[in-house]
């Protein structure tokens, strides 16, 4: 079948391996000329030209058998500086998707220690390698002898399995597939409590009153990139909170959106960083003070979570109410069902 494209290879001067490369079966017969230029050469026993060019810390090489290109030099140097033109935002896009995917393991690698760690102080490590029989009974005994701390600790295997769910959630809909996104009707209070019940421990022990507003009230929306949603800004919540405060949640609709509003006395945030705060990698100046900053990643996931359904995140700021923290409320708008 006659080709009637150029084929491509891109490379930056700081990795071995090309940022793309569509040049197929001829990738590895193409000779290595560091010399820009462009040729007419014989490969498997067909003439092509081959363009290579270099520039600001990339090179580039396109070979095409078409016979305009042959013939006509401009046309394949055209393409090529097109390409070139691009490889910066190529390049930034490559590092920032492997960025995302040693978040993801790190992340998960973290939520399993957690997860064993939480099993492990209720159950002795050892007597778990015993037969599975024995195993069984011994689970049993203890259960029975400790129910609460057994309790508690399945409370916190569930928050670090939604942890996990959030995580591979997040990066599934930050992936770009469309198909992932599937809005559907559901009620916004179930959403809501499926993720406060995680984090009742947390909020028990720093004694925050949670009051979450009972609502019919239906959004619009992909339930797991929602979920995701609520559960960093919870967690974000459970982290930066007052405590023996207040943290309250109501539901307003208007204009066919559905407002869900978390206000509580949380860590105050200036002025200049409350745009800032949902960008990837950041964290507040007054978290980063106290030693309470994470990758800065839970309000940036958050915020995209909630845009890929048509909605938005926004933040209302108040000003300095008790020592380092302020009246602050952050605003989920969804698409009413």
Same mark, same amino acid.
């Given at each position: 079948? &006659? +080709?009637?494209?150029?084929?491509?290879?891109?490379?930056?001067?700081?990795?071995? +391996?090309?940022?793309?490369?569509?040049?197929?079966?001829? *990738?590895? !017969?193409?000779?290595?000329?560091?010399?820009?230029?462009?040729?007419?050469?014989?490969?498997?026993?067909?003439?092509?030209?081959?363009?290579?060019?270099?520039?600001?810390?990339?090179?580039?090489?396109?070979?095409?058998?078409?016979?305009?290109?042959?013939?006509?030099?401009?046309?394949?140097?055209? +393409?090529?500086?097109?390409?070139?033109?691009?490889?910066?935002?190529?390049?930034?896009?490559?590092?920032?998707?492997?960025?995302?995917?040693?978040?993801?393991?790190?992340?998960?690698?973290?939520?399993?220690?957690?997860?064993?760690?939480?099993?492990?102080?209720?159950?002795?490590?050892?007597?778990?390698?015993?037969? $599975?029989? !024995?195993?069984?009974?011994?689970?049993?005994?203890?259960?029975? /002898?400790? $129910?609460?701390?057994?309790? =508690?600790?399945?409370?916190?295997?569930? =928050?670090?399995?939604?942890?996990? /769910?959030?995580?591979?959630?997040?990066?599934? &809909?930050?992936?770009?597939?469309?198909?992932?996104?599937?809005?559907?009707?559901?009620?916004?209070?179930?959403?809501?409590?499926?993720? *406060?019940?995680?984090?009742?421990?947390?909020?028990?022990?720093?004694?925050?009153?949670?009051?979450?507003?009972?609502?019919?009230?239906?959004?619009?929306?992909?339930?797991?990139?929602?979920?995701?949603?609520?559960?960093?800004?919870?967690?974000?919540?459970? &982290?930066?909170?007052?405590?023996?405060?207040?943290?309250?949640?109501?539901?307003?609709?208007?204009?066919?959106?559905?407002?869900?509003? *978390?206000?509580?006395?949380?860590?105050?945030?200036?002025?200049? +960083?409350?745009?800032?705060?949902?960008?990837?990698?950041?964290?507040?100046?007054?978290?980063? &003070? /106290?030693?309470?900053?994470?990758?800065?990643?839970?309000? *940036?996931?958050?915020?995209?979570?909630?845009?890929?359904?048509?909605?938005?995140?926004?933040?209302?700021?108040?000003?300095?109410?008790?020592?380092?923290?302020?009246?602050?409320?952050?605003?989920?708008?969804?698409?009413?069902?």
């Amino acid at each position: 079948m &006659k +080709e009637v494209y150029a084929r491509f290879a891109l490379w930056s001067e700081l990795r071995v +391996e090309p940022l793309i490369n569509t040049l197929g079966p001829y *990738f590895d !017969e193409i000779p290595v000329d560091p010399i820009d230029g462009s040729s007419v050469e014989v490969i498997r026993g067909k003439k092509a030209r081959v363009a290579r060019r270099s520039i600001a810390g990339f090179r580039a090489v396109s070979l095409s058998f078409d016979p305009d290109r042959v013939r006509s030099k401009r046309i394949l140097d055209q +393409e090529l500086h097109v390409v070139l033109s691009a490889a910066s935002a190529i390049y930034a896009g490559t590092v920032r998707a492997e960025a995302r995917a040693k978040r993801l393991i790190h992340n998960l690698k973290t939520l399993t220690a957690k997860t064993s760690q939480e099993i492990f102080l209720v159950f002795q490590q050892n007597r778990m390698l015993d037969a $599975p029989k !024995e195993v069984v009974e011994y689970l049993s005994a203890e259960v029975l /002898k400790f $129910p609460q701390e057994t309790a =508690k600790a399945v409370v916190e295997v569930l =928050k670090h399995q939604s942890a996990q /769910k959030a995580e591979y959630s997040a990066f599934e &809909k930050l992936a770009g597939n469309i198909q992932s996104i599937k809005p559907e009707a559901h009620e916004v209070h179930r959403v809501l409590m499926n993720v *406060f019940y995680l984090f009742f421990a947390d909020f028990l022990d720093k004694k925050v009153w949670v009051n979450v507003e009972p609502t019919r009230v239906q959004g619009l929306f992909d339930y797991d990139a929602i979920h995701a949603c609520i559960y960093y800004l919870v967690d974000n919540a459970a &982290k930066y909170c007052s405590p023996s405060t207040r943290l309250e949640v109501s539901v307003s609709v208007k204009d066919a959106l559905v407002d869900i509003s *978390f206000e509580m006395e949380s860590l105050f945030i200036p002025a200049g +960083e409350q745009d800032i705060i949902f960008e990837e990698g950041i964290s507040g100046s007054v978290a980063s &003070k /106290k030693d309470l900053h994470g990758a800065g990643l839970g309000l *940036f996931l958050a915020r995209e979570m909630a845009r890929l359904n048509g909605g938005r995140l926004n933040l209302l700021a108040g000003r300095v109410a008790r020592g380092d923290y302020s009246r602050n409320t952050f605003v989920l708008t969804l698409p009413c069902a």
